[in-house]
């Protein structure tokens, strides 16, 4: 349902650009998000674009250096990352939620039904 994509091995500083596909009907209209787990450390909230509306939720940790976008014809939802730090370094899953899930609930992992296979991200000092 959720195929992502596009980790790989970076410097610290660089840009990355994460995407996810998935099906219309996973898609549509539902808000979508990423999550991100890094060895030993418990599954952690990155970002949420709040169903096609221009309301985003991000982290702290990542607010100003990474960007969620979604292009609703190629039913596609993308992780822009740059400034790159070794603390980003984590699998990074992608994620929706069902349409009736409101905005201030987006950042508890429980509120999505749909989890994709996760795409490894690694930066380097």
């Known amino acids: 349902q959720l195929q992502a994509s596009g980790g790989g091995l970076v410097q610290a500083g660089d840009s990355l650009r994460l995407s996810c596909a998935a099906s219309e009907r996973t898609f549509s209209r539902n808000s ?15 970002a949420s674009k709040f169903r096609s ?17 979604r292009d609703n ?8 990352m740059h400034s790159l730090e070794p603390e980003d370094t984590a699998a990074y899953y992608c ?10 609930s987006l950042r508890d992992s429980n509120v999505y039904d749909y989890w994709g296979q996760g795409t490894q991200v690694t930066v380097s000092s």
């Open 53 to 69: 509306s221009n309301n985003f939720v991000y982290a702290d940790s990542v607010k100003d250096r990474f960007t969620i976008s």
């Open 32 to 46: 979508v998000g990423w999550f991100r787990q890094a060895p030993g450390k418990e599954r952690e909230f990155v």
């Open 95 to 104: 994620v929706t939620a069902p349409r009736s899930k409101i905005l201030s």
């Open 73 to 80: 014809a190629k039913n596609t939802v993308y992780l822009q």
